[in-house]
C-alpha cells in the first residue's frame, strides 16, 4: 500500500506538489489572510456611538480622521524610526559577536557561545524590560550605580530608552541568523581575498558583507518588524511616548473599525519592506 | 585563517561589549528575585529568599508553565509539518506562485502581532463564532512559527542538493525510504534548530497570545503580565523570570547534543 | 461566514438607531429603548459545574497566588462550579472579553459598565435572587453606572478614589488642589505623573468643573463637544509638564519611590505600598474632589452557566470574600459587614469604607455615552469612542 502511493508520487510530480502544498497554503491563505482581510475590511466599517457595536456600512470616515490629524503622522515616523535605529543597532552589535562566534571561536567555545546568545531567549520578556527599568531609572538605576562614576548617565525614560529596550529584545534574532550565514562561508574565501593582498575590513566589506546580506535581511524581519509592532515596551519605559501598537491596542476593544485603520499603517508598510527586500532577491535565499 | 591579530582583539572585545549587553539586565533580574524591596529599587537595601519561598509555593505559575510548554509543543509540531511540506515545495519544485509563497510565509511573523492578534480574535470570535481557548492560542502561535522552520529547512534542502536523493533513487530505494534514509536525517539538525527558535517564539509570545487565550488559559507570559503589574507578586515574576533563565541550558544542551551528532554540524 | 449573531447584532443595532432617529427629541425614551431587552432570571437552578470569570487581576484568589489568599476554593466545595478566571487589563479588554460570549461574569468598573448594558452584553440582576446584596452600602446601589431607570446590572464590588499623591519631602507646601498638576509654570514640571487612559480626560473635567464655571460642566463624564474639547486642550498643555502616564501600578510606585515622579495621580493601594517600602509619600482628595471608581459584578448576557454566575456574585459580595478582596487587592470594601472580618482592622478606616461623606464628591468613573448623562436633553455628549480617539492623538501630539 505505501509502497504503491510511493510509486504514484514518485511518477507524479504534480500529486506530490499538490500534497505539499494543499495544507500550508490552506493554513496561511484561509486562517491567516482571511483573518487579515477581514480586519482590514473593517476599517470602512464604523460604529453606532451609543451601543458600541459595529455597523458595517463602507464609510471613509476613520481614515479620514487618521489623515487630518497629524497626532497619527508623529507616531507613524515616531514608529517607523525607532523600527531603523533598533535594526542598526542591532545589526552593528551582531555583526562582529556573529563574526566572531563563526570564524574566531573555536569549536567548543563557539558552542558556549551559541548557548548564550540563546539563553536570554527563554526569560520573559516583561521581565526583561522591567529589568531595563531598574538599569535605567534617572538618578538610582543600575546604569548610573555601574557608569556614574565614569561620567555616563542614564538616558531615562523615553525614545532611547525604546531604543535600547528592543534592541536588546530582539538582539539575539539578529545575531543567528548572521552567524548561520557566516558558517556557511568558506574560510577559504576569506583565506584568498587575504591572499590576494586585501585588508581585513577590505575584505569585510567586499566580500563578506554581500554574501550575508541574505542573513542581515532575515534578522532584520525580526528587529524592524517586531519593533514596529510593539506596544508593551513603550508603556514600560517609553516615558510619555507612544508608539502605533499603543493607539491600536487602545482603540481595539472599544472602536474595532479605527483600531483596524491605524492597523493598515504597519501593515502597508511591512508589505513596502517586503516588496524591496523581495527586488534585492534576498526573500528567495532566506 | 588570515584576520590579524588586531582585528582579533578588537572583534573579541566587541563580543565582550555585546555579552556584557546581554547579561548584565539578566543578572539584574537574578538579583533582583533576592530584592527585599517589591519595587525592584536599587541597589538593594537587603536581601532575601522569602521570594523564593512564596514562588515555590505558587501553583498559578506551575500551572501556567504547563500551558505554555503544551501550547508551544502543539504550535511547534505544527509549524513543522506545514513549514517542512513547504520547504520542500518551493525548494524541490518550479510551479506558479512559487515567490508568493515565499512572501506568504514570512507575513504572520512580519506584520505586528497586535495586527495579527486583533485580526485573528476578531476572525474566531466574531465572524467563526468560535471559544478562545487552546485551540485558537496554537493556531495564532503554529502561523507565525511556520516561517523559521520554513527558513531552516528550506537553507538546508539548498545546501544538500538533490544528488543523494537521487544515488538513493538510482540504487531502488522509494521514495519514502529515500525520504526516511537519506532526507530526513540530513535535515534533522535544521529543524531541529527551526522546530526550538519556534519553540521559543511560541514560549515567550505575549501580544497575539492576549487575543486567542480563552478562560482557563493562562500561558507562563500572560500569568507575568497579570502578575507583573502587582507589587504584591512582582518579586515572585522575577523568581520565575531567573528559573527560566537556568533551565533554558536543557533545551539549549539538547539541541547542541542532537546537532552535533547529525554529519553537516549544529548551526544552533 | 457571517454568523447568524452578527446579523442579528446588526438587526438590533439598526432598530435601535431608528427608534433613536425617531425620538430624538425626549431623552428618556430614548435611554430606555437604547438598551436592549434582556431578559433577568427569575430564579435559581441547580449550578452548571463552572463558571467562568473575568476580573481584576486579584479580584479572584484560589490560593494558587498565595496559599493564604483563598476566597474561591470554599466556594467550588461548597457550589460544585469550578471557577476559571481570565485577568482583563484594562477596562477595555474587559469589554471586548465580554463581547465574545464566552465569560458568565466580569467584575466591571464604570467606564466598562455602561458600554456593556446599552451593548447588550450584559443582563439585569436580579437582586433577590442575592441575599448578600442587601448588605452593600446603600450609595452604591442603583448607581448611573451600575443601573438604568431603576434596574440593578450588577452588584457592587469595593471602590476608590483617585488621589493626588505627592512626596512630601519633596513637594512644599503640601498641594490641596488638582491645579498642582496643571500649573504650567510648576517647579515639578517633568515629575508629574497622570493616570493613562481616556478616562483621565475627565479628570480634566473636573477640575474645569470647579474652576471654570463658565463652561457649564456638571459631570465630568457627560461633556458636550465644547466642553470635551476644554479639557483636551488643558491636557495638551499639561503634557510638557507629565514626566511619565502610568497603567500599572508596579511602575507607578516604583517611579514615587525613586522620584522620577513626585506628584500626580494615585491609588490609595500605591500609597499604601510606596509607604511601605519607605517612600515620604502622601495620598489626598483635593478640594475639588476627585474621580473614582467602583467595580461592579455583571453577568452576561449570553451566560452559559447563569446559575453558577449568580451564586458566584452572591459568594463575592459576601462579607468574607468582600473582606479578602478588599484588603488583597486594596480598595474599600462594599458590604458594609466586610469591615469587622478584616486582618487589619484599621483596613475600613484607611480607605474610608464607610464614611459616606467621603464619597460625596467622588466622581465614580463612567462611561460617556452621545445622551449627555448628566441628564441634559438640549445637547449632545462626545461619547467614550471619541474620548479614546482623543486621548490616543493626545498622547502621540
Redesign the interface.
Known sequence: MLQEISNTMHKKPKLRLVALLTAPILWLVVAYLGALATLLVAAFFTIDSFTGNVIQTFNLGNFHDMFTDAAYKNVVLRTVGIALLVTVVCTVLAIPMAFYMAKIAKPRSQKILVALILTPLWASYLVKIYAWRTMLEPGNGVLDWLLGPLGFSSPGFGGPAIIIGLSYLWLPYMILPIYAGLERLPNNLLDASGDLGAHNWHTFRRIVLPLIFPSLVAGSMFTFSLSLGDYITATIIGGKLQMLGNVVYQNFSINLPFAATIATIPVTIMAIYLWMVRRTGALASL | ????RN??L???A??G???A??????T??VI?SFNS???????PSELTTKWWA?AI????VR?ALKWSILAGLSATAIAL???T??A??VSR?D?FGR?V????????????????G????????????M??GLLTVV?GH??FC?VVVY?NA??RLR?MGTSLQEAS?DLGA???TTFRLITLPNMASALFAGGL?AF?LS??E??VTTFT????I?T??IW???????????PI??V???T??F???V???LS?RLS?DSSTG??? | MHSKRLFSRIAVASVAALILAGCSSSNDEASSSGVPDVPMMNSLGAGEGQVNVVAWAGYVENGSTDPNVDWVTGFEKETGCKVNVKNGATSDDMVALMKTGEYDVVSASGDASLRLIYGGDVAPVNTELIPNYADIFDNLKLQQWNSVDGVAYGVPHGRGANLLAYRTDIVKPAPTSWGAVFDVNSPYKGKITAYDSPIYIADAALYLMKTQPDLGITYPYALDQKQFDAAVELLKAQKPLIGEYWGDYLKHVASLKSGGTVLGTTWQVNINLAKGEGTKVEGIKPTEGSTGWSDTWMISSKAKNPNCAYLWMNHIASPEANAGVAEWFGEAPSNAKSCDLTADKNHCATFHAADDAYWDDVYYWNTPTEACLDGRTDATCVPYAEWVKAWSSLRNS
Open positions: 585563517m588570515t584576520i590579524s582585528a582579533r578588537i572583534l573579541a566587541l563580543l561589549v555585546g555579552l549587553f546581554i547579561y548584565v539586565p539578566l539584574v533580574v533582583n524591596s517589591r519595587t525592584f529599587s536599587w541597589p512564596k509555593e505558587n501553583t498559578g500551572e509539518l506545514l513549514g511540506a513547504l520542500f515545495a519544485y510551479f515567490e509563497i515565499s512572501l506568504l510565509v514570512v507575513l504572520p511573523i512580519s506584520l505586528p502581532g497586535v495586527v495579527t486583533i485580526a485573528l480574535n476578531n476572525a474566531f470570535t466574531k465572524q467563526l463564532g471559544s478562545t493556531i503554529a502561523t511556520i527558513n528550506v537553507a545546501r533513487m522509494n521514495g519514502i527558535l521559543g514560549f515567550d505575549i501580544v487565550a480563552g478562560p482557563g493562562q507562563l507570559p507575568i503580565y497579570n502578575n507583573l503589574f502587582r507589587p504584591n507578586q512582582a515574576v522575577n520565575v523570570a531567573a527560566l533563565v533551565l533554558s541550558i533545551p539549549i544542551y547542541q552535533s549544529g548551526r544552533f
